[in-house]
């Protein structure tokens, strides 16, 4: 007997389509409107779908009773194939029709290092635009924008990833042939998963200690051709690879390299800023964090990542919570089923993390300004602005991807066992997201970069200097005191808000403040006052610090969001502005009352929020759930995601979750042979292994 497998996607009404519409329809705004505000405008919006639809239907990803291949076919080889299948297709259309649309993310909404030809766009024609001279730029640049080289960013080694500077690659300069030589002296010096590094690329931008008569000068960026345009072939004394399956990026072949005395021109350094001349002369950057431009400008693309790949776990989660229906138990008075949604956990749960992905979303366009105002002054000569840039990524990098990790999470367990299924698309999202974390800077090593940074703000107060004027609630927040070690003194002012005063953004900042200065304080007073050497000191106090960084981007973040929700235009509908501010008060209010926060309990430990005045926040937030419940559909539609690019059985826009998930069920290769060639069962297992033990032959 076979299975029915061409049961077509149904149109009637079913139960959970009519549920999925009238949650749709409960919105006081439309979404529309919302979606051209997350891209920029109706136009992008028009284009950006057109992108995806031409390359899904290129894919013949469109048609969602179709089991999607990722399901079916999941080996190392298979998944990497359709890696290139789907990035092909992306990096085509890009060309064919120069939109930016998959730089940085692929059809599917991922980082696009998960695709092999993602790194290209996304770090190397990055880093040649900020490291390169104009005459390397005017070389390679037409190059890759072209397809005509393909490309990976070599930084990591197996010995070393967070501590650039304990790179072992080296490139020395030949004063024979003028060349540098690329070798890989250890064995923890290989190159150790660059994307598109295992068979995809031809060229890598290498990060490499530069030695030139003898002396070292740090890591430098070098374009160094690995393959064979013919073939694909290594180059000589280039050993190359695959690092293998991984949580999840496997549609890329993230890989290994070494080298071995291999020799490049000397002018494949990239000569933006340091330079080495044809007689061994070096002359250094103007600033010696301009190397790790490119990780800066990255770290601002993971950021707007972490904001819409959080979006897409949440639009699946939403999805299935207000088409899923469960009792409450028979002790309960609710013997109706209910959607999922209606419970108040689920509620809080579903509608936190949305109002998570929109405050990634506005943080990110505080950094992307941040860092633009930057670029600016750079291009000026001037880089008195990169000090606070570089805090401000490094604290919104850390965060947002944490929040972004954690709220997918979230969102697959909303789902229950569904979303633990592979073909809810939760599975491999999350697994996404928390690589996030990782790349681009380790999170715990940027938050102590953060907090380096507002100990040297500290500093300049105490000194009477001037500080970057976006940390100038800094320098409010603080007495002088000239004697003493410990100059600094925070009055703090109790919070003597009640019941809805919560609702006023000002009190909410204040809260905020509050425990920034409090914190930032105490950890700079706890690491000045150490009599250890600084290093242990440093290391003995890093808990706080850490606290201190997050406390103080919380602060930013809440800012970022109240400053965009007063600044939008004049043509923003007041429904519109309504939900966004409901959205971001129940952002800045969950966070100080939910113990699953990670800075929870700091708006409470010194007593500066009372027993009554957390109960009223509770309320509060309660109102704010009440408020927010009929856009939660809106709220995420809004993000526009595909269904082909969600790749979700249970996230269908439509609500047909049971039909989807058993149709997909129904296509999987193993119930494909099992129905198909072996009468239900599957025969190999049966045959070899479950037969015997049934027969007694163990
Ligand atoms: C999906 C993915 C794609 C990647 N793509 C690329 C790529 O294209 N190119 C590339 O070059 N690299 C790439 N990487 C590598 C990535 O950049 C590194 O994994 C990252 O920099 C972290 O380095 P590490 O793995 O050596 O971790 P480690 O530095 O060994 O960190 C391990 C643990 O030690 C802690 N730790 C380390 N140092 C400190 C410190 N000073 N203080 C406190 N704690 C510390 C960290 O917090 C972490 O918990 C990729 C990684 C992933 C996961």
Request: proline share 4%.
């Amino acid at each position: 007997m076979a299975l029915d497998m061409r049961t077509p996607n149904p149109v009637t009404a079913n139960r959970q389509r009519t549920l999925m519409s009238s949650a749709r329809t409960s919105a006081s705004f439309d979404s529309f409107e919302l979606t051209c505000m997350i891209y920029g405008s109706a136009h992008i919006v028009k284009d950006r779908r057109a992108a995806f639809e031409r390359v899904e239907t290129i894919l013949g990803t469109r048609d969602t009773s179709v089991l999607p291949s990722n399901y079916a076919y999941t080996s190392r080889e298979d998944l990497y194939m359709q890696g290139l299948t789907w990035g092909k297709a992306a990096i085509e259309d890009s060309i064919q029709y120069q939109h930016p649309f998959f730089d940085n993310s692929t059809p599917q909404n991922s980082l696009a290092n998960s695709s092999p030809f993602g790194m290209t766009r996304a770090m190397v024609e990055l880093g040649i635009q900020l490291c390169a001279s104009e005459e390397q730029k005017r070389q390679w640049l037409p190059l890759f924008r072209t397809g005509k080289m393909i490309g990976a960013y070599c930084q990591t080694e197996l010995g070393h990833g967070t501590f650039v500077r304990g790179l072992e690659t080296t490139a020395t300069w030949d004063p024979d042939t003028d060349e540098f030589v690329i070798h890989s002296p250890t064995l923890s010096s290989t190159k150790f998963w660059p994307g598109a590094l295992g068979f995809s690329c031809t060229h890598a931008l290498v990060m490499a200690q530069l030695v030139v008569q003898s002396k070292t000068y740090g890591p430098h960026l070098f374009m160094v051709q690995l393959r064979s345009l013919e073939d694909g072939t290594p180059l000589p004394g280039i050993t190359l690879g695959d690092i293998g399956p991984k949580m999840s990026y496997n549609t890329t072949c993230n890989g290994f390299a070494t080298f071995d005395q291999v020799h490049i021109s000397r002018k494949a350094m990239l000569m933006g800023h340091a330079k080495v001349t044809s007689d061994g002369s070096y002359s250094g950057s103007p600033n010696s964090k301009l190397i790790y431009l490119t990780m800066l400008k990255v770290r601002t693309t993971v950021v707007k990542s972490a904001a819409s790949q959080l979006a897409e776990a949440v639009t699946i989660a939403t999805r299935y919570s207000v088409v899923r229906e469960q009792g409450a138990g028979a002790e309960s008075s609710h013997s109706i089923e209910k959607t999922i949604m209606w419970y108040k956990s689920q509620h809080f749960r579903i509608l936190t993390i949305i109002a998570k992905a929109y405050a990634i979303l506005f943080a990110s366009r505080t950094l992307d300004a941040a860092y633009e105002g930057s670029r600016e002054e750079q291009q000026e000569g001037a880089f008195t602005s990169l000090p606070y840039v570089h805090g401000l990524a490094s604290g919104i990098k850390a965060w947002s991807t944490q929040i972004a990790a954690d709220g997918a999470e979230d969102a697959r367990k909303c789902c229950g066992g569904q979303g633990y299924l592979s073909i809810s698309g939760l599975p491999d999202k999350v697994a996404a997201i928390t690589a996030l974390a990782t790349l681009e800077g380790e999170n715990y090593a940027l938050w102590q970069q953060l907090g380096r940074y507002l100990f040297k703000c500290l500093d300049r107060i105490a000194e009477n200097e001037d500080l970057d004027p976006r940390m100038q609630y800094l320098a409010d927040g603080y007495i002088r005191h000239l004697d003493g070690i410990n100059t600094l003194q925070y009055i703090s002012r109790p919070c003597t808000a009640t019941g809805h005063e919560f609702l006023d953004l000002d009190v909410q900042l204040s809260i905020y403040r509050h425990t920034a200065l409090r914190l930032i304080l105490a950890a700079h007073t706890a690491l000045y006052t150490s009599e250890k050497p600084y290093a242990e000191a440093w290391n003995d106090n890093l808990m706080l610090t850490i606290a201190a960084a997050r406390a103080h981007n919380q602060y930013t973040v809440v800012s970022s969001f109240i400053s965009h929700i007063n600044s939008l235009p004049s043509t923003t509908s007041p429904a519109l502005k309504t939900v966004l501010s409901y959205l971001s008060a129940l952002f800045a209010l969950s966070e100080i009352i939910n113990p699953q926060s990670i800075n929870a309990i700091s708006y409470v430990e010194d007593n500066h929020l009372s027993h009554a005045q957390l109960d009223s926040i509770r309320d509060v937030v309660n109102g704010l759930l009440e408020q927010l419940l009929p856009e939660s559909v809106a709220l995420t539609d809004a993000w526009d995601f595909t269904d082909a690019s969600l790749c979700s059985a249970i996230g269908m826009a439509d609500g047909d979750v049971y039909e989807t998930v058993m149709e997909w069920v129904k296509q999987l290769p193993i119930n494909r042979k099992a129905w198909d060639e072996d009468g239900g069962v599957f025969q190999p297992g049966w045959r070899e292994m479950v037969a015997p033990v049934l027969k007694g032959k163990l």
